[in-house]
């Protein structure tokens, strides 16, 4: 235990002495909210329409209008024909075009029913999607006000609404009412950053004494495995614990993200990932020579994890052996765990599956890493 | 690029030599050089096939509190639907925040009661329709096929009676250039953009700094290389790993998820040498501007990776991002890159229409080729 | 050919490393006294470092056995740790702490009272002249300062045997004549010191130098008796012609 203190000491001196790390832990985590929490989104506003309206009457207008009002869309000062719409839409100058066909009003007056063209540049994919989802919500709600509006049929609607059974259907959006993408991104920002720090700094520290040779003279100390390891994990440990605070204070304070489950709870399973998240890149830093190849091979396994996590695109929506493979990724369960403190107010009770799934991976990455390590050459 | 008047005679084969000892060190790393080809491709396989947006499992919760006839069609309607399975039915609302919780149900629909009295009479009847929104637009497409069947559902039981008073408008939507979403033809450009920035601007960092570490570039600069020809000889090599990288990924994106590629291949490999050159030149300049290699990596981390994947429209619309960042996304090269490369592969269009981006990246170039070679020499004084 | 000297503090009996089909060390035998100055001299690529990484512990032998400071390196290689110091060709002290951090560190790690590296702390830096140092980064004060300090930390828990691989390399000569110095110092309190070198006028400074060449080791004696056998005038002399005969084999 002694020699332990000794090494400890000399770790937070070192860690502590190098400002460009110091610096590192608290600005990174700001930097990252600050642009991930705003450039991570699949909103869309004022994508640019143009249209094309070839009925040029009150009803086409009025949708155009429609389109307009809800901000989702900016009208582009438009080329009148299709294929000067269409060859916006090639400059990307145009993100959709909306065409509204000659006789579009006679066909709603007369047959209640009318078509337009939407076509939309798939080439930004998911922007693409969304836009579709606004559009027809647009021209579905301009449709029930032409049913009231339209000359015509006033008298009709209260004979039909007799006898008509009709569905009420009301909407509630469950942990983020107002449907803000940040509080969504935020929780799955900070389990990106604290899984970076702990993979990155442990194998970039690690094997930085290998390259300069300190860790050789340390393995023919009576420094034992355990001790060497205690020393390099704890500090980095209770760094990453740090660099999640900050994380959770910038979110909470800067971004106004809500935290409805216990902060205890979130430090609490945060440590049991820092855990797998260490083991890792001690396991990277018994595999490779020098700083860049460290880098490099935890760039490659992080970069994996993340994606497999949840983080950009939802677990469920992956193929059903993805799934499988995701099942065994930590990342993902804390994932799953941060998002459920954070937004979802989740206890213990609620989180038990993914943090025993999490205790386990960590357990068995820390085992198999410290059986890597080994002071000496067989 | 400087001094074309004293050309001397040596240079070419003294340069041919530095350029194969650099590629040297690139091949005889085996570890580097594996992660470097096999990391492309496992981002293309995960791209294309495991990271989609699309919900085709909704687990829906029904509270049903009075069971009759117009619920139980209503269900097994739901059930009847291949994108939902019908997860639990119960009578009351109390289960609804444990299953929300615990992540078993997506979607929960809540019943009034009496509701098959209710439809019957042609009253109206009210339902709730409860998502978890946490991920707002996973719930908000959520919502939209759940309102779907409940139209159907609605329309059924009217029978064939038209709702008079009704309008109709039908969307006839297309999707231009990607009609069925293809998530691998919406990344391959990006990951080309990414795995190029890495390649180029992190591996020319972390070379270069390393080699200002280990005092070895002392010995270059003392030889007879001119600074411009150590930046020329440190680059090449990367610049055919880059191109070999390239010819990789899409060779993989076609064979394996059959991506389109519309416009001329050559000006695409074309476009991407440009894009190379401006990240190595970043990845010398963060070199020059750093005094260790782990400062190297961060400010390439920070300065080149991170822009390329979230400020590029790679992933995020850049149509998405806040008004004060959308500016901010015109200095990040990649965005430039990708702007090209979809339009090449997926648009099918040429210079005629991307001479505007191809001069950004062109003028990115020489601005950083030439910013680059000046912090070179300035670390020399 | 074991010393008068008494105790063994060193011995080695058929010690091999292979490395695959390349034997790096090949069946060396030999023995080092208690508080002798034994010079392992060899060409780079001779099998020095090899050697040296199985008698610190940090290689397994392939076959053979040694046995340092009474442990056996293959069994009990974490005791051979207890008793031994070491200084490596790359000086691998911490740059980035300052002088009595690295001397404290090491006081601790060997398990020193804090009262003991207080006291060690202050007669090291007033043998090595740093006492205007001794809160300054490592990083700062010169190699030849660096390296006498490197050697003063491998011994500040008075081990039985010190292993001192090329500890010389790039200084200048007063500075090389202090750092025998020290090593005189050290070997009268008992300690064994164990050395490699490329300077052949340091081999000259030793009890007894072993001379190997291409993983075995071909000549061993004090420099008088090598001298005499090999009819040179330097331990230079001998070498050249040994290890000249070596790769032309």
Same mark, same amino acid.
């Given at each position: 235990?002694?020699?332990?203190?000794?090494?400890?000491?000399?770790?937070?001196?070192?860690?502590?002495?190098?400002?460009?790390?110091?610096?590192?832990?608290?600005? %990174?985590?700001?930097?990252?909210?600050?642009?991930?929490?705003?450039? &991570?989104?699949?909103? =869309?506003?004022?994508?640019?329409?143009?249209?094309?309206?070839?009925?040029?009457?009150?009803?086409?207008?009025?949708?155009?209008?429609?389109?307009?009002?809800? $901000?989702?869309?900016?009208?582009?000062?438009?080329?009148?024909?299709?294929?000067?719409?269409?060859?916006?839409?090639?400059?990307?100058?145009? *993100?959709?075009?909306?065409?509204?066909?000659?006789?579009?009003?006679?066909?709603?007056?007369?047959?209640? &029913? #009318?078509?337009?063209?939407?076509? @939309?540049?798939?080439?930004?994919?998911?922007?693409?999607?969304?836009?579709?989802?606004? /559009?027809?919500?647009?021209?579905?709600?301009?449709? *029930?006000?032409?049913?009231?509006?339209?000359?015509?049929?006033?008298?009709?609607?209260?004979?039909?609404?007799?006898?008509?059974?009709?569905?009420?259907?009301?909407?509630?959006?469950?942990?983020?009412?107002?449907?803000?993408?940040?509080?969504? !991104?935020?929780? *799955?920002?900070?389990?990106?950053?604290?899984?970076?720090?702990?993979?990155?700094?442990? /194998? +970039?520290?690690?094997?930085?004494?290998?390259?300069?040779?300190?860790?050789?003279?340390?393995?023919?100390?009576?420094?034992?495995?355990?001790?060497?390891? /205690?020393?390099?994990?704890?500090?980095?440990?209770?760094?990453?614990?740090?660099?999640?605070?900050?994380?959770?204070?910038?979110? $909470?304070?800067?971004?106004?993200?809500?935290?409805?489950?216990?902060?205890?709870?979130?430090?609490?399973?945060?440590?049991?990932?820092?855990?797998?998240?260490?083991?890792?890149?001690?396991?990277?830093?018994?595999?490779?020579?020098?700083?860049?190849?460290?880098?490099?091979?935890?760039?490659?396994?992080? %970069?994996?994890?993340? @994606? !497999?996590?949840?983080?950009?695109?939802?677990?469920?929506?992956?193929?059903?052996?993805?799934?499988?493979?995701?099942?065994?990724?930590?990342?993902?369960?804390?994932?799953?765990? !941060?998002?459920?403190?954070?937004?979802?107010? #989740?206890?213990?009770?609620?989180?038990?599956?993914?943090?025993?799934?999490? #205790?386990?991976? &960590?357990?068995?990455?820390?085992?198999?890493?410290?059986?890597?390590?080994?002071?000496?050459? #067989? | 690029?400087?001094?074309?008047?004293?050309?001397?005679?040596?240079?070419?084969?003294?340069?041919?030599?530095?350029?194969?000892?650099?590629?040297?060190?690139?091949?005889?790393?085996?570890?580097?050089?594996?992660?470097? +080809?096999?990391?492309?491709?496992?981002? =293309?396989?995960?791209?294309?096939?495991? %990271?989609?947006?699309?919900?085709?499992?909704?687990?829906?919760?029904?509270?049903?509190?009075?069971?009759?006839?117009?619920?139980?069609?209503?269900?097994?309607?739901?059930?009847?639907?291949?994108?939902?399975?019908?997860?639990?039915?119960?009578?009351?609302?109390?289960?609804?925040?444990?299953?929300?919780?615990?992540?078993?149900?997506?979607?929960?629909?809540?019943?009034?009661?009496?509701?098959?009295?209710?439809?019957?009479?042609?009253?109206?009847?009210?339902?709730?329709?409860?998502?978890?929104?946490?991920?707002?637009?996973?719930?908000?497409?959520?919502?939209?096929?759940?309102?779907?069947?409940?139209?159907?559902?609605?329309?059924?039981?009217?029978?064939?009676?038209?709702?008079? *008073?009704?309008?109709?408008?039908? =969307?006839?939507?297309?999707?231009?250039?990607?009609?069925?979403?293809?998530?691998?033809?919406?990344?391959?450009?990006?990951?080309?953009?990414?795995?190029?920035?890495?390649?180029?601007?992190?591996?020319?960092?972390?070379?270069?700094?390393?080699?200002?570490?280990?005092?070895?570039?002392?010995?270059?600069?003392?030889?007879?290389?001119?600074?411009?020809?150590?930046?020329?000889?440190?680059?090449?090599?990367?610049?055919?790993?880059?191109?070999?990288?390239?010819?990789?990924?899409?060779?993989?994106?076609?064979?394996?998820?059959?991506?389109?590629?519309?416009?001329?291949?050559?000006?695409?490999?074309?476009?991407?040498?440009?894009?190379?050159?401006?990240?190595?030149?970043?990845?010398?300049?963060?070199? /020059?501007?750093?005094?260790?290699?782990?400062?190297?990596?961060?400010?390439?981390?920070?300065?080149?990776?991170?822009?390329?994947?979230?400020?590029?429209?790679?992933?995020?619309?850049?149509?998405?991002?806040?008004?004060? %960042?959308?500016?901010?996304?015109?200095?990040?090269?990649?965005?430039?890159?990708?702007?090209?490369?979809?339009?090449?592969?997926?648009?099918?269009?040429?210079?005629?229409?991307?001479?505007?981006?191809?001069?950004?990246?062109?003028?990115?170039?020489?601005?950083?080729?030439?910013?680059?070679?000046?912090?070179?020499?300035?670390?020399?004084? | 050919?074991?010393?008068?000297?008494?105790?063994?503090?060193?011995?080695?009996?058929?010690?091999?490393?292979?490395?695959?089909?390349?034997?790096?060390?090949?069946?060396?035998?030999?023995?080092?006294?208690?508080?002798?100055?034994?010079?392992?001299?060899?060409?780079?690529?001779?099998?020095?470092?090899?050697?040296?990484?199985?008698?610190?512990?940090?290689?397994?032998?392939?076959?053979?056995?040694?046995?340092?400071?009474?442990?056996?390196?293959?069994?009990?290689?974490?005791?051979?740790?207890?008793?031994?110091?070491?200084?490596?060709?790359?000086?691998?002290?911490?740059?980035?702490?300052?002088?009595?951090?690295?001397?404290?560190?090491?006081?601790?790690?060997?398990?020193?009272?804090?009262?003991?590296?207080?006291?060690?702390?202050?007669?090291?830096?007033?043998?090595?002249?740093?006492?205007?140092?001794?809160?300054?980064?490592?990083?700062?004060?010169?190699?030849?300062?660096?390296?006498?300090l490197a050697f003063s930390v491998a011994v500040l828990h008075d081990p039985r045997v010190v292993f001192l691989d090329e500890p010389t390399g790039g200084v200048d000569p007063i500075t090389r004549r202090q750092f025998w110095e020290l090593i005189y110092t050290t070997a009268a309190t008992g300690t064994t010191v164990f050395v490699t070198t490329h300077y052949m006028d340091e081999a000259e400074y030793c009890d007894r130098v072993s001379i190997m060449v291409d993983g075995r080791?071909?000549?061993?004696?004090?420099?008088?008796?090598?001298?005499?056998?090999?009819?040179?005038?330097?331990?230079?002399?001998?070498?050249?012609?040994?290890?000249?005969?070596?790769?032309?084999?």
């Open positions: 235990m002694r020699i332990l203190r000794f090494l400890l000491r000399k770790e937070y001196l070192q860690i502590f002495r190098d400002h460009f790390m110091v610096a590192q832990m608290l600005l %990174l985590p700001c930097i990252q909210l600050a642009i991930l929490a705003n450039a &991570a989104t699949f909103e =869309v506003k004022g994508a640019r329409l143009v249209v094309v309206d070839e009925d040029r009457t009150s009803s086409s207008r009025g949708l155009i209008d429609r389109f307009v009002a809800s $901000r989702r869309f900016e009208l582009v000062p438009s080329p009148i024909s299709t294929r000067g719409a269409d060859d916006a839409m090639l400059r990307r100058e145009a *993100g959709a075009i909306l065409r509204i066909p000659t006789a579009f009003e006679r066909d709603l007056v007369r047959a209640r &029913a #009318a078509q337009v063209q939407l076509v @939309l540049n798939a080439e930004d994919g998911a922007a693409a999607g969304v836009m579709l989802g606004y /559009a027809q919500r647009i021209i579905a709600d301009y449709a *029930g006000e032409l049913a009231t509006t339209l000359p015509g049929v006033s008298a009709s609607m209260a004979v039909t609404r007799v006898g008509q059974p009709t569905l009420d259907v009301r909407t509630r959006g469950w942990y983020n009412p107002e449907l803000d993408y940040r509080f969504y !991104m935020v929780p *799955g920002i900070l389990v990106q950053l604290v899984t970076m720090v702990g993979t990155f700094l442990t /194998a +970039l520290n690690i094997v930085r004494e290998k390259e300069l040779g300190t860790l050789e003279q340390l393995n023919v100390t009576p420094v034992t495995r355990g001790q060497f390891i /205690a020393a390099k994990l704890i500090p980095l440990w209770s760094l990453g614990l740090l660099g999640l605070a900050i994380g959770l204070a910038v979110a $909470r304070y800067a971004f106004h993200v809500p935290i409805r489950g216990s902060v205890l709870l979130v430090f609490g399973t945060a440590s049991v990932y820092l855990l797998a998240a260490l083991s890792v890149g001690l396991l990277v830093s018994t595999m490779v020579e020098t700083q860049q190849q460290a880098m490099f091979v935890t760039f490659f396994i992080v %970069l994996v994890y993340l @994606l !497999m996590s949840g983080l950009f695109t939802p677990v469920r929506s992956m193929p059903t052996w993805a799934q499988w493979i995701a099942q065994a990724n930590p990342t993902m369960h804390y994932m799953e765990i !941060m998002r459920g403190i954070m937004l979802r107010g #989740a206890g213990l009770r609620e989180i038990a599956r993914h943090l025993a799934v999490l #205790a386990v991976c &960590a357990a068995a990455v820390f085992t198999l890493s410290v059986r890597q390590y080994a002071k000496r050459v #067989a | 690029m400087s001094t074309p008047a004293t050309r001397p005679k040596r240079p070419p084969s003294t340069l041919g030599a530095f350029v194969t000892k650099e590629m040297h060190h690139i091949l005889r790393d085996r570890q580097t050089l594996a992660i470097l +080809l096999l990391m492309p491709l496992v981002q =293309v396989l995960l791209f294309g096939y495991a %990271l989609r947006t699309d919900i085709r499992d909704l687990r829906v919760a029904v509270v049903d509190p009075t069971p009759d006839v117009a619920t139980l069609r209503l269900r097994s309607r739901l059930a009847a639907t291949s994108r939902f399975r019908l997860l639990k039915v119960s009578t009351t609302t109390n289960v609804l925040p444990e299953l929300f919780q615990r992540r078993t149900a997506d979607v929960a629909l809540v019943l009034p009661t009496s509701f098959a009295e209710r439809m019957g009479r042609g009253d109206t009847a009210q339902v709730l329709l409860i998502t978890d929104a946490s991920d707002p637009n996973t719930g908000t497409t959520m919502q939209v096929y759940v309102r779907s069947v409940l139209a159907d559902f609605e329309r059924d039981f009217g029978g064939a009676r038209p709702r008079a *008073g009704a309008i109709f408008i039908a =969307v006839a939507s297309r999707m231009r250039f990607n009609p069925t979403l293809e998530s691998a033809n919406l990344f391959v450009p990006g990951l080309i953009a990414l795995v190029l920035t890495l390649v180029s601007a992190l591996m020319t960092a972390i070379s270069l700094s390393r080699e200002k570490e280990l005092g070895t570039l002392e010995v270059l600069l003392v030889s007879p290389l001119r600074p411009w020809q150590i930046i020329v000889g440190k680059v090449v090599p990367y610049l055919v790993l880059g191109f070999a990288i390239t010819c990789l990924v899409l060779t993989a994106a076609r064979v394996v998820f059959s991506v389109p590629m519309r416009g001329s291949v050559t000006l695409l490999l074309a476009e991407s040498v440009l894009f190379t050159i401006v990240s190595l030149s970043l990845g010398v300049l963060v070199a /020059a501007r750093t005094s260790s290699q782990r400062a190297a990596m961060l400010g390439a981390l920070v300065g080149t990776m991170m822009p390329t994947a979230l400020l590029s429209g790679m992933i995020f619309p850049i149509t998405s991002m806040p008004g004060w %960042l959308q500016p901010v996304t015109r200095v990040v090269p990649a965005r430039w890159f990708i702007v090209i490369a979809r339009g090449i592969m997926l648009k099918g269009i040429g210079l005629e229409y991307l001479w505007r981006e191809t001069a950004v990246l062109a003028g990115m170039a020489l601005l950083l080729l030439v910013a680059a070679t000046r912090s070179f020499h300035a670390h020399l004084d | 050919m074991t010393s008068a000297l008494g105790e063994r503090s060193i011995e080695v009996d058929g010690l091999t490393r292979r490395f695959g089909t390349f034997t790096a060390v090949d069946r060396i035998s030999f023995d080092v006294a208690q508080g002798e100055v034994f010079g392992f001299l060899g060409a780079n690529g001779a099998g020095k470092t090899t050697a040296i990484r199985m008698l610190i512990g940090l290689l397994a032998p392939s076959a053979g056995s040694a046995r340092v400071a009474g442990y056996d390196v293959a069994t009990h290689a974490e005791m051979v740790k207890r008793n031994i110091g070491y200084m490596s060709q790359r000086f691998s002290l911490y740059e980035d702490l300052t002088v009595r951090e690295n001397i404290t560190l090491y006081g601790g790690i060997y398990g020193l009272s804090d009262i003991a590296i207080e006291k060690r702390t202050t007669e090291l830096v007033d043998r090595l002249d740093l006492r205007d140092d001794i809160d300054a980064r490592v990083k700062s004060i010169p190699l030849g300062w660096k390296q006498k080791i071909v000549a061993l004696g004090t420099p008088a008796e090598l001298k005499e056998q090999y009819e040179a005038r330097s331990i230079d002399d001998v070498f050249v012609r040994l290890a000249r005969a070596g790769t032309a084999a």
